[in-house]
């Protein structure tokens, strides 16, 4: 089992355990010796977001990867989608991101992608933590046969024409006046660059890092500023990227907010409207709205859930043949192009049917309307007392009578953080009231036995 790894990586306080110089040298050692196969010359490439300890993690990890003989791409600060699009491209045995996405500064993260430009899956993890366990010293190789260490100068730019790229072919976005909101994470120099030079006016924000902002009061989990500069500026649409820029909400011309699940329904029903939809179906995870999949219902579409985590909304679209596939927080998949949530890439789509529509986002961007949900959380003293808590008589007691009470009209999900020590309750329903009194009863029960 895992242990070190989360839902989306190693995570945690920057300078304290797991995420600390030593456990990453660890794991570049590890990791790098887990993809040493043949006798060809083996390389890694590695980006990272503008979190001040990545400055001291990703040398770290270039010496663990060096130390057992595979060569390093340094990449800088750059989005997750575009690490992932560079190891498939410089044809690199593993990809890494130095990240802790939505999270504060303090925190940071790492986060592993094959040859392939997807996240490795739990068995790989699970593989890679018992070689840490192990005598990871006998990994070293002799003097003589040393990795090396070099910069891709031109990383930002090979993005850049990858994105642009997916946009239709024969649009512009001339005349479109746009505010992105890029968290002052890895995607302040790329995601203005593209919209500038697809024909937009562009008004950013979230694009001056000094090590300590990344996400503080900006980007998608913090969007006031985003929804009242799009109002000041008289803009056509907001979009807000998280700190690695893997995902992604806007809002419309008002302010009003489009989440994931809105997103997904643009993009399917554009789509599958283009015959381009596969799968006959999206992807999304247990938190999406039951508004979204009445909404795809409506079209002759299927809703097919996962668990929570972009990687694995990933696995079940690969199940399924399904080609589009994301979460409500924002992280959206289009396959026929990436292997990984790209918020920048998903933005496009949604402005490419604004203009073929010549609507206002308003009109475009909202097809359904989504059911009452409520989600709260609570701190746990660690993460490993989750399913302690969660099998505690009065708690089962609760959750039980919970769905009880929902008798069929809504869903209540109840679940640990993969990357905090917290556990998620979340209800919906069409009637608000007992969403609100059925998230109580099960948060106070949960209290009572944590306190």
């Not at 985003?226 to 990227?241: C, T, Y």
């Not at 690969?318 to 998949?333: A, D, F, P, R, Y």
Request: net charge negative; hydrophobic share 40%; charged share 25%.
């Amino acid at each position: 089992m895992r242990k070190l790894f989360g839902t989306d990586g190693v995570r945690g306080k920057a300078n304290q355990e797991p995420m600390t110089a030593e456990t990453a040298l660890k794991i570049g050692m590890a990791a790098g010796k887990q993809f040493i196969r043949g006798d060809h010359r083996h390389t890694v490439v590695i980006g990272k977001d503008t979190r001040l300890s990545g400055y001291m993690l990703e040398p770290a990890l270039t010496a663990g990867f060096i130390s057992v003989g595979m060569d390093v791409v340094l990449l800088g600060p750059l989005p997750t989608p575009a690490v992932a699009m560079l190891t498939r491209s410089l044809r690199a045995d593993l990809g890494v991101v130095i990240s802790a996405s939505h999270n504060p500064f303090e925190d940071n993260g790492i986060k592993l992608f094959g040859p392939d430009g997807f996240k490795l899956s739990d068995e790989f993890e699970g593989e890679i933590e018992a070689r840490m366990a192990g005598d990871i010293e006998t990994s070293r190789v002799a003097a003589g046969q040393l990795g090396r260490a070099r910069r891709l100068d031109d990383a930002e730019g090979r993005y850049n024409e990858f994105v642009k790229y997916t946009f239709p072919r024969g649009l512009r976005l001339d005349g479109l006046r746009i505010v992105i909101d890029c968290a002052n994470g890895a995607a302040y120099k790329v995601a203005p660059a593209v919209l500038w030079e697809l024909g937009a006016e562009v008004i950013k924000t979230g694009v001056q890092p000094d090590g300590f902002n990344i996400n503080r009061d900006c980007g998608s989990q913090h969007t006031d500023h985003l929804r009242s500069k799009v109002i000041a500026e008289h803009a056509h649409i907001g979009i807000a990227l998280d700190g690695d820029a893997d995902r992604v909400v806007m809002c419309d011309e008002n302010g009003v907010l489009m989440d994931g699940d809105q997103i997904l329904a643009v993009v399917a029903r554009e789509w599958h409207r283009d015959g381009r939809l596969k799968g006959n179906g999206v992807v999304a995870t247990v938190m999406s709205n039951l508004g979204l999949e009445r909404y795809l219902g409506t079209l002759g579409l299927a809703l097919f859930r996962s668990n929570v985590g972009d990687r694995y909304v990933v696995e079940k679209m690969l199940k399924t043949g399904c080609n589009l596939g994301g979460e409500q927080s924002g992280h959206i998949i289009l396959s026929e192009y990436a292997t990984t949530g790209d918020g920048l890439l998903a933005a496009l789509q949604v402005l490419a049917e604004l203009v073929r529509s010549g609507l206002p986002a308003s009109k475009v961007a909202r097809h359904f309307q989504a059911l009452p949900q409520l989600l709260r959380n609570v701190q746990l003293p660690r993460a490993s007392d989750a399913e302690l808590v969660l099998n505690q008589d009065g708690v089962a007691e609760a959750i039980h009578l919970a769905e009880s009470r929902l008798n069929g009209s809504g869903r209540l999900l109840i679940r640990k953080s993969g990357t905090e020590p917290l556990i998620r309750v979340m209800a919906e329903a069409d009637d608000e009231a007992l969403v609100v009194s059925v998230v109580g009863d099960v948060i106070d029960a949960i209290t009572r036995v944590v306190q």
